[in-house]
């Protein structure tokens, strides 16, 4: 029998090409691999790049240097030669000289390609504007709130996925949907808020907010305007009982303390925003379990799979900390009390809240309706202030398109309406999807919906001079800036501020 001639296998151009392939990916995998195990900073992206994308290009390379074997192969049966292919080295054959020298190039162009695009695509990854602009075009409400929140400087990646490897391949899942239904134009407008995939507050928010701190109280002031002719002021000072565990007399109280020490807060919602609670568990530090129940809702079925018993936490409250849609009031308060909006433009208040909460098709629709509509009005209702010309009414008509532009997003179906935020009992009903006044227990006792349970009304009155204001650290009785008698006793802010009137 013939002894079979002996051939390397790098003699096909495939070869040359997939081990370069592998060779940079394995450059790749082991220069991220220590910059992963030495930086201080957990990174799921990096981890993307690192375990995902380097050993996708080793395996394709070697899938490639396979795919010259059996090419090779192949090609010696049909020519019926007899030949014994090897992994050896024959510097005699031009082909594989040939092979060897464009794998040594391909190998460092496409280490240095590789390297450096990899890294690149770490950082451009773990950036804001990759999850807010590059890819998540349908994001545009969320990254502009975020640019205006107090998280504007915290990374994406650190509150929507956080530490650790399970949620960061939920996200990556996740994210593949989110592709194709931006790629087809399948995505709901306004994007849903994904309550049920939020993360527990203590493995995301107490990486950076140190519960132990969360005590003592704030004062604050809101200056708020009528909607009357002079856009009358009415200035309120609070003093909000932030509280949870007191240092000095080790008491848990004021707000926090839902969160701090061992009382667990559960409850069942009958919406899927948990807007809507219906049942609720205290289970207190000396082993005491209350319950307390919306009397007109049904018992809440604990055999039901798809019932949601949830764990009170931080984001029951702090639902939106970096996603804040405002209302147009509180914007336009805003701009009143420091003057960028005169309050000499009579019935500003009333006319820039119509003209931001109207329906508008596209943003476009919008700024042009905004501006000519302000113009208009006070054209035909006081053509004296326009005939002043002192600016006043094209500044307005600027603030009011900045915060148009900055709180709705018509395209996107997405504004405060459809944003609810439970840090406030305007508008939505916040503090008051518990402390209803309805809730109870088997005693027929009731959760407190007193102003005096989260904070108490220091100064209060129709001035934006708060030191001319009759003041009372004790705490004084609510006064409504409207004649409504004792009205408010008896209903919740939400009745009457609602999410159509904007305020």
């Not at 915290?154 to 790629?183: M, N, W």
């Not at 909607?227 to 080790?250: F, M, Q």
């Not at 055999?303 to 931080?314: G, I, K, V, Y």
Request: net charge negative; hydrophobic share 35%.
């Amino acid at each position: 029998m013939a002894e079979r001639t002996r051939r390397t296998l790098y003699r096909h151009p495939l070869a040359a090409v997939g081990g370069a392939l592998f060779s940079a990916g394995v450059f790749l995998f082991l220069i991220l691999l220590v910059y992963d195990l030495t930086s201080p900073v957990d990174n799921p992206y990096r981890s993307l790049v690192t375990f995902v994308i380097a050993p996708f290009i080793i395996t394709m390379g070697f899938l490639l240097f396979l795919l010259a074997i059996w090419i090779q192969v192949r090609n010696a049966r049909k020519r019926g030669e007899s030949v014994k292919f090897n992994l050896s080295i024959d510097p005699t054959d031009p082909n594989y000289m040939r092979n060897l020298w464009l794998f040594l190039g391909l190998s460092a162009v496409l280490i240095f390609l590789v390297i450096y695009s990899g890294t690149k695509a770490y950082e451009a990854t773990d950036s804001v504007a990759f999850c807010g602009e590059t890819c998540h075009v349908v994001m545009e409400p969320q990254n502009i709130t975020y640019y205006n929140s107090a998280h504007a400087k915290v990374p994406c990646v650190e509150c929507h996925i956080g530490p650790g490897a399970s949620f960061y391949v939920k996200s990556k899942v996740d994210g593949i949907r989110q592709l194709f239904a931006t790629a087809l134009n399948t995505y709901s407008r306004p994007i849903e808020t994904p309550v049920e995939n939020l993360r527990p507050a203590q493995e995301t928010c107490e990486e950076c907010h140190w519960p132990r701190q969360f005590y003592g109280e704030k004062m604050v002031t809101h200056t708020y305007y009528r909607t009357d002719e002079h856009n009358s002021p009415w200035t309120v000072k609070l003093l909000v009982k932030i509280g949870g565990g007191n240092p000095r007399t080790g008491i848990l109280e004021g707000i926090h303390w839902h969160m701090i020490g061992t009382n667990t807060i559960e409850y069942v919602a009958s919406d899927e925003k948990r807007q809507d609670i219906i049942w609720l568990r205290l289970m207190t530090e000396g082993g005491d379990t209350i319950i307390y129940q919306d009397p007109d809702a049904d018992e809440p079925d604990f055999t039901d799979p798809e019932l949601e018993l949830r764990h009170f936490d931080c984001m029951d409250c702090h639902n939106r900390p970096s996603h804040s849609f405002l209302p147009p009031a509180v914007g336009l308060n805003l701009a009143l009390s420091t003057r960028q909006v005169s309050p000499d433009l009579k019935y500003i208040r009333q006319v820039g809240l119509d003209l931001l909460n109207d329906g508008y098709e596209t943003r476009s629709e919008a700024n042009e309706s905004i501006k000519t509509g302000l113009a208009e009005y006070y054209y035909e209702n006081y053509p004296e202030i326009v005939e002043n010309n002192n600016g006043d009414i094209e500044q307005a008509a600027e603030v009011l398109l900045k915060i148009y532009n900055e709180n709705f997003f018509p395209e996107m179906k997405t504004d405060y309406r459809v944003r609810e935020n439970n840090l406030s009992h305007f508008v939505n009903d916040g503090c008051f999807r518990c402390h209803d006044g309805l809730m109870q227990d088997e005693q027929g006792n009731t959760l407190s919906n007193t102003c005096s349970t989260c904070h108490l009304i220091v100064s209060q009155g129709p001035s934006e001079d708060v030191a001319s204001l009759e003041s009372d650290l004790a705490g004084l009785d609510f006064q409504h800036p409207e004649d409504i008698d004792e009205v408010w006793r008896e209903f919740k802010c939400t009745e009457c501020h609602t999410p159509e009137s904007g305020y």
